[in-house]
Each structure stands twice: as structure tokens, then as C-alpha cells.
Antibody, heavy 125, light 107 residues
């Protein structure tokens, strides 16, 4: 079965750090872009960062750039999100997702087709 | 950043109703838009990409249309399992952005 399982969430004080992990199985991990999406309590979805299969490209939400670092290990089939300088507004459920790319002959289209169950990050003193 | 505005923010509908949700982009984004369904406490589910192409396994009562700045998600005959929150997402540029969501409730 194709599966993503996140771990590493928890309670951390403002200014602290956490490292989220996402273990992938059932597909050739290195062939796919991977993404982190978060959802604050009672709020909508927010894209956080993504990374290309060979790690050659990474993109970040402006509000996390310089504080969060996305990385991956294609041998261990794992995705990571190192979160430093955490703020109260980073409190959310964090999901990892597989970013599948479709080509219709003229253009490429992305879609997050596989999601993990989410891991909760709470930033509070 | 491309801003996506969904309307309505919520709606009430009955089983069998036809439901339409709109997503408007702050700039032209070709067909680079997808739709997602999320139920409470669950991860989102991928429904549509390229504005109108159904993801494998998604029921045919779901359809999408639009290009440029205006997009719609239509559920042709609402089923009990369709009560959820729906989000659009643009993959035209970075940062990727979601609409604020549309909650579909039982009337």
C-alpha cells in the first residue's frame, strides 16, 4: 500500500525547535516532489514547503523561510521538516503529501495525491 | 503570491441537490488549479487537477471547470458522504496557495 506516516510533533516553547519526519512506503520515493501542508486549529489549509525528488529544488512559504528547512533521505524513504525559531502562529497539524505531476501534452499540473495522517505541533509557553 | 477566493464560505444543501463552489484567482493561472475535500479530523482528499481532470477513483458526480481566473467545482447530486469542506489550490506559482475553504453542510 502507498502510505505516508508523519511523526515528531509535540509541545514546544516559543523560540524552540522540532523536527518532523514523514516515512514513505509503497512507491518509488525519489521520483516524487514532496510537500508539507499545515492547518491551524479551526482554520484552512496552508502550503508550507516542497522539495524535488533529487533535492535540487526547494520552495518555502515566506513566513517560514529562514526558520524551517525541508529535506529528504531517498535511501531511508523519508521526508523531514526542521522547524527552528517556532512561534505561536506555527501551531497546527502538519501533513506531508506526495506531489504527483501530470502532463497533458502541453503543460504540467501538480496534485497532492497521497497524504499522511498529520502530526500536531503546539507552540506555547 | 496568487490569492484564491472561494465562494460561498459555507452552504446548506440536501441529498440529491446540485452544488456549485466557485474559486477566483487574483491573477490568471491558466488551468493550474486543483480541488480537495476534507472531512473533520481527516487529511484532505485529492479530487481534481488541471481544473477539470478527475483524479482516479473520484466519483463522476464531481466535476470541475474554468481557466484563467474563474473556476468551479460542481457536485451533480449530493450524497451523504460529500458533506465536507472543499478547498481549491493553485499550482501556477510559488508559494502554492489554497482558497479559504467552502463548508458543505446538511440542510
Amino acid at each position: 500500500d502507498v502510505q505516508l506516516v508523519e511523526s515528531g510533533g509535540g509541545l514546544v516553547q516559543p523560540g524552540g525547535s522540532l523536527r518532523l519526519s514523514c516515512a514513505a512506503s509503497g512507491f518509488t520515493f525519489s521520483n516524487y516532489w514532496m510537500t508539507w501542508v499545515r492547518q491551524a486549529p479551526g482554520k484552512g489549509l496552508e502550503w508550507v514547503a516542497n522539495i524535488k525528488g533529487d533535492e535540487s529544488k526547494k520552495y518555502y512559504l515566506d513566513s517560514v523561510r529562514g526558520r524551517f528547512t525541508i529535506s529528504r533521505d531517498n535511501v531511508e524513504n523519508s521526508l523531514y521538516l526542521q522547524m527552528d525559531g517556532l512561534r505561536a502562529e506555527d501551531t497546527a497539524v502538519y501533513y506531508c503529501a506526495r506531489d504527483d505531476t501530470h502532463y497533458d501534452g502541453t503543460a504540467y499540473y501538480d496534485g497532492f495525491d497521497i497524504w499522511g495522517q498529520g502530526t500536531i505541533v503546539t507552540v506555547s509557553s | 503570491a496568487t490569492r484564491l477566493t472561494q465562494s460561498p464560505s459555507s452552504l446548506s444543501a440536501s441529498i440529491g441537490d446540485r452544488v456549485t463552489i466557485t474559486c477566483r484567482a487574483s491573477q490568471a493561472i491558466r488551468k493550474d488549479l486543483g480541488w480537495y475535500q476534507q472531512k473533520p479530523g481527516k487529511a484532505p482528499k485529492f479530487l481534481i487537477y488541471a481544473a477539470s481532470t478527475l483524479q482516479s477513483g473520484v466519483p463522476s458526480r464531481f466535476s470541475g471547470s474554468g481557466s484563467g481566473t474563474d473556476f468551479t467545482l460542481t457536485i451533480s447530486s449530493l450524497q451523504p458522504e460529500d458533506f465536507a469542506t472543499y478547498y481549491c489550490l493553485q499550482d501556477y506559482d510559488y508559494p502554492r496557495t489554497f482558497g479559504q475553504g467552502t463548508r458543505v453542510e446538511i440542510k
